[in-house]
């Protein structure tokens, strides 16, 4: 059973960056490949990316390449979205979430879900 809880979420002006922040309860976390989606309003949660259960591999949606970087702290039992050059575009709820394979990317593929934070940037 894995717990989780967002963090770091707010406003921000466009361009300017802001780092998410994912901590996971439990003893197997190191055991999970761990992912971002985020939902807008009106539309479907969708893929932000994910981090491998080491930490070496990740892969992002084509909206963020570039601009947003996973990472995990196992010794801390946190994951991390650090986003930078915001856009408005990326207003949304964002959530972490666990799978047990990387490469996936499908909401209905990830196992445990945190309650989401909120993201909002200005034009």
């Known amino acids: 059973q894995v717990q989780l809880v967002e963090s770091g979420g707010g406003l921000v002006q466009a361009g300017e960056s802001l780092r998410l922040s994912c901590s996971a309860s439990?003893?197997?976390?190191?055991?999970?490949?761990m992912g971002w989606f985020r939902q807008a309003p009106g539309k479907d949660r969708e893929f932000v990316g994910a981090?491998?259960?080491?930490?070496?591999?990740?892969r992002y949606s084509d909206s963020v390449r570039g601009r947003f970087t996973i990472s995990r702290d196992n010794s801390k039992i946190t994951v991390y979205l650090q986003m930078n050059s915001l856009k408005p575009e990326d207003t949304a709820v964002y959530y972490c979430?666990?799978?047990?394979?990387?490469?996936?990317?499908?909401?209905?593929?990830?196992?445990?879900w945190g309650q989401g934070t909120q993201v909002t940037v200005s034009s």
């Open positions: 981090v491998s259960r080491g930490g070496s591999g990740t």
């Open positions: 979430a666990a799978t047990r394979q990387f490469g996936r990317i499908g909401v209905t593929e990830y196992d445990y």
């Open positions: 439990g003893r197997t976390f190191s055991d999970y490949v």
